[in-house]
């Protein structure tokens, strides 16, 4: 019989905890200073720094026992990163706050920590310092930079109507994996496995920001509480209406065999589900999209977001009415 200690975050003390965590994240060329002292220092080339916050807490956001340790600091790190590519900006810079509490292992940590890494490997961004404290759950607050690299920040408010509206990236595989996760489903192969896996780590379309501001967006936004309720956001912020066409909506294989396994519709998921991190934009009609933007509607005059012809009630995530 053997014998296995585990050693927790609570043995290693704060600083130790600290340490820890900084070895297993490189720096890149945008962090000056990086962990250890008071503060980080961060290159801003463009004289503008492009900003954003999320909050992940546990059991509202993820479950350690649907997640590993690892998909949770991909998760964390992607949905900031995404963020700044929605302003169509480049992500440069992350710091990070982590409340847990003191019997969480420090393999945990490490899995967190190397989650962060290589999702923010993908955009060639750093950890460059965050803080430690003890909490009753696992707290994690992102705050992400970005670089505009000399182009105006793509807001919400340019939507104008006759413009097209369209996507880049995935809907519905978050919602799809939590309703199956929900129901007592744990898939082991298969697009189950594969739905599961998008709500537990999502893959935003960072490099679709940069390129919708060079193909002429005039808005765009991350879509992470529900398309319907994020394109309202747009719809108010720029004083028009948004029609979409339900029938345009591709229904992926992962997606469509949730619905089926559940007897669900997989439009309700790809319209109101959130936390795929696709990216909705804005563009002129003449506008000629590449293949892997997917366009899904028009802007109108009005007001609100209309499907089919018909307003519709927006759905998606609220934290205080979920």
Known sequence: MSWRCVITVGDLGEFGVVARIARRLPQGESVLLGPGDDAAVVKAPDGRVVVTTDLLIEGRHFRRDWSSAYDVGRKAAAQNLSDVAAMGAIPTTLVVGLGMP???????????????RDECALVGASVAGGDIARSELVVIGVTALGDLAGQAPVTRAGARPGQVVAYAGRLGYAA????L?????????????????GHRRPRPPYGQGPEAVRLGATAMLDVS???????????????VGISLDPGAFPVAEPVAAAAKELGADPLDWI??????????????SEVRL??????????????????????????????FRA
């Open 290 to 319: 590449p293949p892997h933007w997917t366009v899904v509607g028009h802007v109108i005059d009005g007001a609100k977001v209309q499907v089919s012809g018909r307003a519709t009630e927006t759905g998606g995530w609220d934290h």
């Open 225 to 239: 509480d529900g398309l319907l309720q994020d394109l309202g956001h747009v719809a108010e912020a720029s004083g």
């Open 176 to 179: 799809a994996g939590l309703a």
């Open 102 to 116: 003191g019997d969480v292992p420090v393999e945990w940590v490490d899995g967190l920590a190397d989650g962060f």
């Open 271 to 284: 319209l109101t589900g959130g936390e795929d991190h696709a990216l909705a934009a804005i563009f002129p």
């Open 181 to 197: 996760l929900s129901a007592g489903i744990a898939p082991t192969g298969g697009p189950l496995l594969e739905a599961v896996e």
